[in-house]
């Protein structure tokens, strides 16, 4: 593998600038923009327990001929932990900071009135579903892409064990999710654990492992206070005021947001949305841009298209 793959351990994206966001709550926020100033705008957000790294591949694509924006959710990669976490795990840990940090980072790096394609996994489309009636969603966001995430009920219809629906699978799925257990280091049973959990069968060993040490990097307050916040998830709400054209995307083999979950959230969209679209990924799980990041990069770019008024093959 060369060091100037973007699934190489040593892989560095070229960034145009580093800022920092300041949140409402004061939490400070890491951001970083890549390629050049005057491109079409592509917002990342990542998902529980990942960070920028997560989103390798689109960044080595998108950068191209795109400015990407992208930031670690509070707590995660180089951002601060929110200022009340030692107070407990709900301090400074909720739907509505992550609409929060959103924001700060919309304000910080779009000028006014510009407008963006954004894009969300998991949690991170979890944020964008939060923030659908802020002002600075609707005033920034061109169009939505949902990758492998949900609205509720995360915890009764994940996938983790093979039993019936009912309250011993949602028992054990919150004991699974919410564990306080220490990840330690990424060993060969733990990169099965991971992909079991997390990716499809197909996964290539070395994207089971590139994920591996992204989960594993997370510190284990972190993951634990956001997998209370997840266990309660209540966004059927904001995902119907989600007022901008969204696309959803979902990995059939995904047991953490099941595709039963994507199609509810499409279904739930409002037809003021515009034309919105669901893509099953057959035999890929929940780790959508790493698994299958052609797609997902295929998606953001098919949404500049339409939305920002770049053709799809910008050179």
Not at 144 to 173: D, F, Q, Y
Request: glycine content about 10%; proline content about 8%; charged content about 20%.
């Amino acid at each position: 593998m060369s060091p100037m793959s973007p699934t190489s351990p040593m892989w560095q994206p070229h960034k145009e600038r580093e800022l920092t966001a300041v949140s409402a709550d004061g939490t400070r926020i890491h951001v970083e923009v890549h390629g050049e100033e005057g491109r079409p705008a592509v917002v990342l957000a990542h998902g529980w327990t990942c960070s920028i790294r997560f989103w390798a591949a689109q960044l080595a694509d998108l950068a191209a001929d795109h400015r990407v924006i992208v930031y670690d959710q509070r707590g995660h990669g180089r951002s601060a932990m929110p200022a009340g976490h030692s107070a407990g795990y709900s301090a400074g840990y909720s739907t509505d900071a992550l609409a929060d940090d959103l924001e700060a980072v919309l304000a910080a790096t779009l000028e006014p009135g510009e407008r963006a394609v954004l894009a969300g996994h998991s949690m991170g489309g979890m944020t964008l579903m939060a923030a659908a009636r802020r002002p600075g969603l609707r005033e920034h966001a061109a169009a939505v892409l949902l990758c492998s995430t949900g609205s509720s009920r995360l915890v009764p219809e994940a996938l983790l064990v093979p039993m019936r629906p009912g309250r011993t699978r949602t028992w054990i799925n919150r004991r699974i999710l919410g564990s306080r257990a220490p990840l330690g280091p990424v060993t060969p049973l733990s990169r099965r654990i991971l992909r079991y959990g997390t990716m499809g069968p197909g996964a290539a060993p070395d994207r089971v492992a590139r994920c591996a040490r992204i989960v594993h990097a997370c510190p284990r307050p972190v993951r634990v206070a956001w997998a209370h916040v997840l266990g309660t998830l209540d966004l059927d709400a904001e995902v119907r005021e989600l007022r901008v054209p969204t696309a959803v995307i979902v990995g059939s083999a995904d047991r953490l947001t099941p595709p039963a979950r994507a199609r509810a959230l499409a279904a739930a969209l409002p037809e003021r949305a515009g034309p919105t679209g669901l893509t099953e990924l057959t035999g890929v799980g929940h780790m959508t841009p790493v698994e299958a990041p052609e797609a997902v990069i295929g998606a953001i770019r098919s949404l500049v298209g339409m939305y920002l008024g770049e053709k799809e093959d910008v050179a």
